[in-house]
């Protein structure tokens, strides 16, 4: 996983999106009463919440002890742990694991799919959605031309996400021992907040790609993409970025 500082008040404020499109995600996991429920990337806690109102016990896990200290505070009643998801290891068995725009980040799949499987009851499922093949490929294609043009290339990141096709990813959950119910690769045009979104977006998700490059560097690098992206992804005041999503359902 890449090394990422979240700046959980930009998240909130600049990138609420993540959680609300995952509550249509919620709707894959169907929870029920008193079942039990990890949520593996809960971010700033809104999900998790979601999950427990329907009256299920959950546990919010993410590898940022910025994002586990936010929705502590604004989720005091909820349990949150930090924790690296590809290396799980519970003490106990849960009904569901559930997991929202987090797996695109996370290089061991196998470990990953390997603990939530021991993690699950037989029977219990994996209901997740995250990047997929194609996903933000455009503002990718921008970050490398702009570095190009300034002759900063050779000190750009890009292979840091992982965005599997639905057949990669059906192999990876039968590798794993899971039987795959539901598997759902779609387009998901996403609304960027405000004039500066697409700038902000770059510097919040794809900060990884300029860990090499000088603060100087990366804010030309940056500010050099925005140009290049405005004619295709900028239109009447508004910023959308080109998502591509994997949805899965899943059981042990």
């Given at each position: 996983?890449?090394?990422?500082?979240?700046?959980?008040?930009?998240?909130?404020?600049?990138?609420?999106?993540?959680?609300?499109?995952?509550?249509?995600?919620?709707?894959?996991?169907?929870?029920?009463?008193?079942?039990?429920?990890?949520?593996?990337?809960?971010?700033?806690?809104?999900?998790?919440?979601?999950?427990?109102?329907?009256?299920?016990?959950?546990?919010?896990?993410?590898?940022?002890?910025?994002?586990?200290?936010?929705?502590?505070?604004?989720?005091?009643?909820?349990?949150?742990?930090?924790?690296?998801?590809?290396?799980?290891?519970?003490?106990?068995?849960?009904?569901?694991?559930f997991s929202n725009a987090t797996f695109h980040w996370i290089e061991n799949q196998e470990a990953l799919l390997g603990?939530?499987?021991?993690?699950?009851?037989?029977?219990?499922?994996?209901?997740?959605?995250?990047?997929?093949?194609?996903?933000?490929?455009?503002?990718?294609?921008?970050?490398?031309?702009?570095?190009?043009?300034?002759?900063?290339?050779?000190?750009?990141?890009?292979?840091?996400?992982?965005?599997?096709?639905?057949?990669?990813?059906?192999?990876?959950?039968?590798?794993?021992?899971?039987?795959?119910?539901?598997?759902?690769?779609?387009d998901r045009p996403t609304p960027l907040v405000g004039e500066e979104g697409m700038y902000l977006w770059i510097s919040?998700?794809?900060?990884?790609?300029?860990?090499?490059?000088?603060?100087?560097?990366?804010?030309?690098?940056?500010?050099?993409?925005?140009?290049?992206?405005?004619?295709?992804?900028?239109?009447?005041?508004?910023?959308?970025?080109?998502y591509k999503r994997i949805r899965i359902k899943a059981i042990k």
């Open positions: 996983m890449p090394e990422i500082h979240w700046n959980t008040d930009l998240y909130q404020q600049q990138h609420h999106f993540v959680s609300d499109f995952g509550a249509d995600v919620l709707q894959w996991l169907a929870p029920q009463q008193h079942e039990r429920i990890v949520d593996i990337g809960c971010g700033t806690g809104e999900l998790t919440a979601q999950i427990h109102a329907t009256g299920a016990e959950v546990m919010g896990l993410d590898s940022s002890a910025d994002m586990i200290n936010t929705a502590q505070v604004r989720f005091p009643e909820l349990s949150f742990l930090q924790q690296d998801a590809s290396r799980l290891n519970f003490n106990e068995t849960f009904d569901a694991v603990g939530i499987y021991n993690a699950l009851k037989p029977g219990g499922r994996l209901v997740a959605e995250f990047g997929g093949k194609g996903n933000v490929a455009t503002i990718v294609k921008a970050i490398e031309h702009a570095a190009t043009a300034l002759n900063l290339e050779h000190q750009l990141i890009t292979n840091f996400w992982f965005f599997p096709s639905i057949g990669h990813y059906a192999t990876l959950l039968e590798a794993a021992g899971f039987e795959v119910k539901h598997l759902w690769h779609f919040q998700f794809a900060s990884h790609a300029f860990r090499h490059l000088s603060p100087e560097d990366g804010e030309r690098v940056k500010q050099l993409s925005v140009e290049l992206l405005k004619p295709e992804l900028y239109c009447e005041g508004q910023w959308i970025a080109d």
